[in-house]
């Protein structure tokens, strides 16, 4: 049994010893969890999530908020007040997906939800599952990606008419925030090693400055094997033998790309989980998939995405057992086949592929 | 035709008097240029004294030597009217003369052949790398590469046809990069309408000439609304004016999903710099390696052949166990380029049978054979064709 305990610490998101990850809200043994449906097939596959606990009588109690950007005083977009508060108290949440539309004018809700909350750290663990067939299997990686800066500032101007600049930031205190958490994430999940993804030949100074900072963390982790790797030697290597990797840590714009192509991997956005850590103790979790809104409404959405993502969100909070429970019970129905959403190769509708999971983990009490 | 090669043969001559400028060339004989700039290959810089064509070789580091060297091994063997001027580029020297040097001798051949030159992490940021120098220096702007699954070649997925062409000079490689702040560090990201306007409409003629049915865009303008935003336009500008072709988008990391469960939805794909960087490398990747597929760059005036995904494969140089296919295939490239299509044929057609029907592959793609081995075997079969080659 120690060696199962083992299999689930290696799953376990951030379990740092220097932050609080436990949330403070704790009423008759229940922890509150802040959830934000979102938009598109989030709340129905949110309501899948909620009655999927209830099955396993997780000791969860949700408190659903909604996200949708506001202008604050002085036309600054902000999220709205209740939703900050909810997160600040509860520290622990879980979210489905937002919409981003291109060149609306406001800020995209994602991002805007990572400046409030600081949420650095964007973790991705990417595991074959057994049963859902992909031509690449073994698949046991972990990508951590810097979630504020990088070409994702948001800064961009016309310099004169027909010439944009994008401005891409790399700061030595983010750079060093991160490549510390991949350190600590990678000993406290007992992986081997970890290697950094860059472009240093071209991006000299930005790329440059970010390697320095992984390197002087591998020098306070001499027990964590540290390797460097340019952007597309690992992409190049990603998709001929995917087993070579470990834990990769990189900027933002590479760790978006690469950490979609490591879902790809593993089936897709439909089942991949996805951690946010932030500063302060705060962690949402989140399905990273879109909106879908062509098959919105018509239950026919696949919750797995969310649903691993909240078993990631049990383990954080040190909740294990239910953790296990509730994947199990999620790979079991998976690996049977019979009863699966259209994007798993079935016709089921998902409330019946979600009521077949909580037969499942009543039957594992 | 026969009006055409009247005119090249005039200017055969005309230019070993004035010393062959290509830009002289050019103004003189104004029809033979335009009918050839409605394609998307430029017009190569004519044949010098005796029909032979001098090209300029940049062996780089790694791996470079070697394969090149087993390049014009090959091109010694089968006779072929070229010959190369070498320029080396020492990459631990910090001054940017060898560099120089060899964009001249490019600029005076206007074609090269090179391998990838390394960039060491230890010298000063101020150091640029190399390769970037040269790119933006002749205006390569559009970096083509072509991946086809091989039939003697085992990867997880097949039947991959993909034409990939990337934005060559700006975008994330402006190199323009300043530390405002202690500790804060800016990295400029450029893209001009020109240069987007440029590379789309590139990607569509190429995709007319070539008979493709689709071409993609890819992007990020979801959240670099304005860059990403501009080149979006720029491209669908340029697809209103090519009815016959269709044109959609895709964000740059579904396109990597996409790529890795089904390759076979794309046709040609065009994007700005950085993503191409990433997209060709995946492509790479999933038709069997670094060592299969060769790569173009193509500027107005300029055309410079290497392998597609630029490796200097430091690990493996001098050890014989490189793979030169994708040499070989950009030389072959270079070849037709040069109009010497004969002889691109004849090599080309050798290294696909070795790889194809003979497969002995290196140890990249999963084989035990050595570079010498590969080399050999494209000699034999060049010769058993029974053209004119040298001994073996």
């Known amino acids: 049994s120690l060696g199962l305990f083992d299999c689930q610490v290696s799953r376990v998101v951030g379990a740092l010893k220097t932050e609080t990850s436990r949330p403070v809200t704790s009423v008759r043994g229940m922890q509150t969890v802040t959830l934000i449906p979102g938009d598109g097939i989030g709340p129905e596959i949110s309501t899948a999530v909620m009655k999927i606990f209830e099955a396993a009588k997780a000791p969860i109690q949700w408190e659903e908020r909604n996200v949708t950007a506001i202008q604050g005083p002085g036309g600054k977009w902000m999220i709205p007040p209740d939703a900050k508060e909810s997160m600040d108290k509860n520290k622990i949440g879980l979210k489905g997906p937002l919409k981003t539309p291109i060149a609306a004018g406001h800020p995209s809700m994602n991002l805007l939800l990572r400046k409030t909350f600081d949420l650095y750290a964007n973790v991705r663990p990417c595991v074959s599952i057994e049963g859902y067939q992909t031509p690449y299997t073994d698949v046991n990686l972990v990508t951590i990606r810097e979630n504020t800066e990088g070409e994702y500032s948001g800064i961009e101007h016309v310099i004169v008419d027909g010439v944009v600049q994008s401005i891409k930031l790399i700061t030595e205190q983010a750079s060093q925030r991160i490549a510390e958490y991949a350190f600590e994430y990678a000993r406290n999940n007992k992986r081997a090693s970890v290697t950094a993804v860059h472009k240093a030949n071209i991006m000299r100074m930005s790329d440059g400055l970010f390697l320095r900072k992984c390197r002087e963390a591998a020098e306070k982790h001499k027990d964590v094997k540290f390797t460097e790797m340019y952007l597309d030697t690992v992409c190049l290597n990603m998709v001929q033998d995917p087993t070579q990797f470990d834990v990769l840590v990189m900027p933002n714009l590479y760790g978006d790309i690469l950490s979609d192509l490591c879902a790809g991997l593993i089936g897709g956005l439909g089942v991949t989980p996805s951690g946010n850590i932030g500063a302060n103790g705060v962690a949402i979790f989140e399905s990273v998939h879109g909106t879908a809104p062509d098959i919105a409404g018509k239950d026919m959405a696949n919750p797995t995405a969310l649903l691993l993502s909240a078993v990631m969100m049990l383990r954080h909070m040190g909740l294990h057992d239910y953790a296990k429970k509730i994947e199990t019970a999620c790979f079991d129905t998976i690996r049977e086949k019979k009863v699966l959403t259209k994007d798993l190769g079935g016709n089921s509708k998902c409330s019946e592929f979600t009521g077949a999971i909580c037969r499942r983990v009543q039957e594992l009490e | ?392």
Do not use: W
Not at chain 2, 103 to 123: W, Y
Not at chain 2, 173 to 202: F, P, Q
Not at chain 2, 331 to 344: G, I, P, V
């Open chain 2, 1 to 392: 035709m026969a009006a055409h090669s009247a005119v090249f043969s005039v200017s055969k001559i005309l230019t070993s008097f004035r010393g062959g400028h290509l830009g002289n060339t050019a103004k003189v004989f104004g029809t033979t240029v335009t009918s050839q700039r409605n394609k998307a290959v430029l017009t190569p810089p004519p044949a010098k004294y005796g029909g032979r064509h001098t090209v300029t070789l940049i062996p780089g580091d790694g791996i470079g030597p070697e394969l090149l060297g087993h390049v014009r091994e090959v091109f010694r063997f089968s006779c072929v009217p070229v010959d190369f001027e070498v320029v080396n580029v020492n990459s631990a020297l910090e001054t940017e003369v060898d560099i120089n040097n060899a964009i001249t001798a490019i600029r005076r051949n206007g074609v090269a052949l090179k391998g990838n030159i390394e960039t060491k992490h230890t010298m000063p940021p101020s150091v640029k790398s190399r390769n970037n120098v040269l790119r933006t220096s002749l205006d390569l702007y559009a970096n083509v590469m072509h991946c086809q699954s091989l039939p003697g070649v085992q990867t997880r997925h097949k039947n991959i046809d993909i034409m990939i062409i990337r934005e060559n000079t700006e975008g994330e490689y402006s190199s323009l990069e300043h530390e405002s702040v202690s500790g804060v560090v800016e990295s400029l990201k450029i893209i001009t309408r020109n240069n987007s306007l440029r590379i789309a409409d590139y990607a569509f003629r190429l995709a007319r000439e070539k008979g493709r049915r689709r071409v993609t865009a890819v992007h990020k303008a979801n959240i670099m609304k304005l860059g990403d935003g501009l080149f979006l336009q720029c491209c669908r500008e340029v697809a209103s004016g090519y009815p016959d072709i269709t044109f959609d988008s895709m964000i740059v990391d579904n396109t990597t999903m996409q790529l890795v469960s089904k390759p076979q939805q794309f046709d040609v794909m065009v994007m700005p710099n950085l993503y191409g960087n990433v997209v060709s490398n995946v492509c790479a990747g999933l038709v069997g390696g670094p060592g299969l597929v060769p790569g173009a760059n193509y500027g107005r005036d300029y055309a410079v052949f290497e392998t597609a995904t630029r490796n200097t494969g430091k690990s493996i140089a001098d050890r014989n166990i490189a793979n030169p296919t994708a040499m070989l295939l950009a030389s072959c490239m270079m070849l037709d380029h040069l109009k010497l299509f004969d002889y691109a044929s004849s090599i080309r057609n050798a290294v696909l049978t070795t790889m194809n029907e003979t497969r002995l592959h290196t140890a990249d793609i999963g084989g035990q054979g050595t570079t010498s081995e590969v080399v050999q075997s494209v000699m034999r079969i060049i010769q058993s064709k029974g053209q004119l080659t040298a001994e073996l």
